[in-house]
Antibody, heavy 120, light 113 residues
Framework: QVQLVQSGAEVKKPGASVKVSCKAS????????VHWVRQAPGQGLEWMGI????????TYAQRFQGRVTMTRDTSTSSVYMELSSLRSEDTAVYYC?????????????WGQGTLVTVSS | DIVMTQSPDSLAVSLGERATINCHSS????????????LAWYQQKPGQPPKLLIY???TRESGVPDRFSGSGSGTDFTLTISSLQAEDVAVYYC?????????FGGGTKVEIK
C-alpha cells in the first residue's frame, strides 16, 4: 500500500533552516508528484508547493518563493522540503502528500506530518 | 489566487441526521474543455493528516462510505453527509486544483448534537 513516512519533529531558532524528509513506498516513485502542505497550530491547511520526482521540476507558492527548496532522491524514493530564514510564524505541522494523478491535483495519500517548532 | 470560503465554520448534527457543508470559490473552477470541476474534499480528525474523500467535485475516493457525497459546479459546492455517524466527527476542507497555488477552504468542524 502507498506509504509516506516523514522525518521526526524539529526545534529551530529564528533565522535557521529546517529540512524535512518524506520517504515513499508502495508505488512507482517517479510516477506521481509530491506536494508539501503545512498546518499551523489550530489553523487550516496551506499549500507550499509540488515536486515532480521524475525530473525534479518544482512549483512553489509565491509566498514561499526564495525560502523553500524541494528536492528528491530517486535512489531512496525520498523527497525533501527545506525552509530557510525561519520565523515563529513557521511553527506548524508539515505534511508531504502524493498527488492523485499527474499533478497538481488532489492529494490522495499523506505522510504522518512533521512538527517544526521555531522558538528562541 | 483563488480564495475558497467555507460555511458554516462549525455545525452540530444529531446522529443519523444530514450534515451539509458549503464551499464557494472566488472564481469558477470548472474547466470548460473537459467539463470538470477542479475541486476536492478532505476529512481531518484530531492528530491525523487529512484524508481524501472526493475529487472532481463529486467522485468518491475508493473506500469512502457512500453517505459522503459532493455536488455543485462553477463556484458553489456542497459536501453532504447523509446520515451522520460518530466517526464522522472531524474538520472538513475543500480544495481547488484549478490553478496554483492550490488553495483550501478554512475548514468546517462537524460535531454531534
Amino acid at each position: 500500500q502507498v506509504q509516506l513516512v516523514q522525518s521526526g519533529a524539529e526545534v529551530k531558532k529564528p533565522g535557521a533552516s529546517v529540512k524535512v524528509s518524506c520517504k515513499a513506498s508502495g508505488y512507482t516513485f517517479t510516477t506521481y508528484c509530491v506536494h508539501w502542505v503545512r498546518q499551523a497550530p489550530g489553523q487550516g491547511l496551506e499549500w507550499m508547493g509540488i515536486i515532480n520526482p521524475s525530473g525534479g521540476s518544482t512549483t512553489y507558492a509565491q509566498r514561499f518563493q526564495g525560502r523553500v527548496t524541494m528536492t528528491r532522491d530517486t535512489s531512496t524514493s525520498s523527497v525533501y522540503m527545506e525552509l530557510s530564514s525561519l520565523r515563529s510564524e513557521d511553527t506548524a505541522v508539515y505534511y508531504c502528500g502524493r498527488d492523485g494523478v499527474r499533478g497538481p491535483t488532489w492529494i490522495d495519500s499523506w505522510g504522518q506530518g512533521t512538527l517544526v517548532t521555531v522558538s528562541s | 489566487d483563488i480564495v475558497m470560503t467555507q460555511s458554516p465554520d462549525s455545525l452540530a448534527v444529531s446522529l443519523g441526521e444530514r450534515a451539509t457543508i458549503n464551499c464557494h470559490s472566488s472564481q469558477s473552477v470548472l474547466y470548460k474543455s473537459n467539463n470538470k470541476n477542479y475541486l476536492a474534499w478532505y476529512q481531518q480528525k484530531p492528530g491525523q493528516p487529512p484524508k481524501l474523500l472526493i475529487y472532481w467535485a463529486s467522485t468518491r475516493e475508493s473506500g469512502v462510505p457512500d453517505r459522503f457525497s459532493g455536488s455543485g459546479s462553477g463556484t458553489d459546492f456542497t459536501l453532504t453527509i447523509s446520515s451522520l455517524q460518530a466517526e464522522d466527527v472531524a474538520v472538513y476542507y475543500c480544495q481547488q486544483y484549478y490553478g496554483t497555488p492550490l488553495t483550501f477552504g478554512g475548514g468546517t468542524k462537524v460535531e454531534i448534537k
